[in-house]
């Protein structure tokens, strides 16, 4: 009886697996496709706790001399659970900075993984804005021009540049009429 059992577990099961992937190979044929472009982009890939990792879990460490520019080191670490809000003495507007990454094949360099961010300042209401005259930007100092300097409002006194590591970002922001400028951090994960 044993015999049978083994015999049915080693034939059934076969045939279950390949019944099952006939009928929902549509959807099957959609998440390989997507886990691939995923891959392909360089994005890693994960399944549940089945430990199945596609592409790469983390940036490989680069080796050799640094590129320039936009190069930093990766830093260790968590990154803060808040970012800071500034307010300038005596009460008044209030900032933030925001920031968003995306990875881009296109700029990497000497086997180092880059990022497009995007660093924009945001008030608590829109017309905190139209009281700021420019925001100074003070990257990583292994950036070219690490300290650089955004007038336009239109923008959000948003800053672009590429990165291949994260960092502790500073900016003073210069109100218009002279006041002392409000200093920000933002840790810069992506």
Same mark, same amino acid.
């Given at each position: 009886?044993?015999?049978? &059992?083994v015999l049915l577990q080693t034939v059934i099961?076969?045939?279950? &697996? &390949?019944?099952?992937?006939?009928?929902?190979?549509?959807?099957?044929?959609?998440?390989?496709?997507?886990?691939?472009?995923?891959?392909?982009?360089?994005?890693?890939?994960?399944?549940?706790?089945?430990?199945?990792?596609?592409? $790469?879990?983390?940036? $490989?460490?680069?080796?050799?001399?640094?590129?320039?520019?936009?190069?930093? $080191?990766?830093l260790e670490g968590p990154p803060p659970l808040?970012?800071?809000?500034?307010?300038? !003495?005596?009460?008044?507007?209030?900032?933030?900075?925001?920031?968003? !990454?995306?990875? *881009?094949? !296109?700029?990497?360099?000497?086997?180092?993984?880059?990022?497009? %961010?995007?660093?924009?300042?945001?008030?608590?209401? *829109?017309?905190? %804005?139209?009281?700021?005259?420019k925001v100074v930007y003070h990257l990583h100092?292994?950036?070219?021009?690490?300290?650089?300097?955004? =007038? *336009?409002?239109?923008?959000?006194?948003?800053?672009?540049?590429?990165?291949?590591? =994260?960092?502790? %970002?500073?900016?003073?922001?210069? %109100?218009?009429?002279? !006041?002392?400028?409000?200093?920000?951090?933002?840790?810069?994960?992506?």
């Open positions: 009886m044993n015999d049978w &059992v099961w076969p045939i279950v &697996v &390949v019944t099952l992937a006939f009928t929902f190979r549509a959807g099957l044929r959609r998440l390989v496709e997507a886990i691939n472009s995923r891959v392909e982009r360089g994005d890693p890939f994960e399944a549940g706790a089945s430990g199945i990792r596609l592409g $790469p879990s983390s940036p $490989p460490i680069p080796t050799g001399a640094e590129p320039q520019p936009g190069a930093q $080191p990766v808040a970012e800071l809000v500034g307010e300038p !003495a005596g009460g008044g507007p209030r900032f933030h900075l925001v920031h968003t !990454a995306r990875r *881009d094949s !296109a700029v990497d360099r000497k086997g180092y993984r880059y990022f497009r %961010l995007r660093i924009a300042l945001e008030g608590d209401q *829109d017309s905190d %804005l139209d009281r700021v005259a100092p292994t950036f070219r021009d690490p300290d650089r300097t955004v =007038t *336009d409002r239109s923008t959000g006194f948003e800053l672009a540049t590429a990165a291949w590591g =994260t960092f502790n %970002l500073t900016a003073d922001v210069h %109100l218009k009429g002279g !006041a002392e400028p409000v200093r920000l951090e933002r840790y810069l994960n992506f």
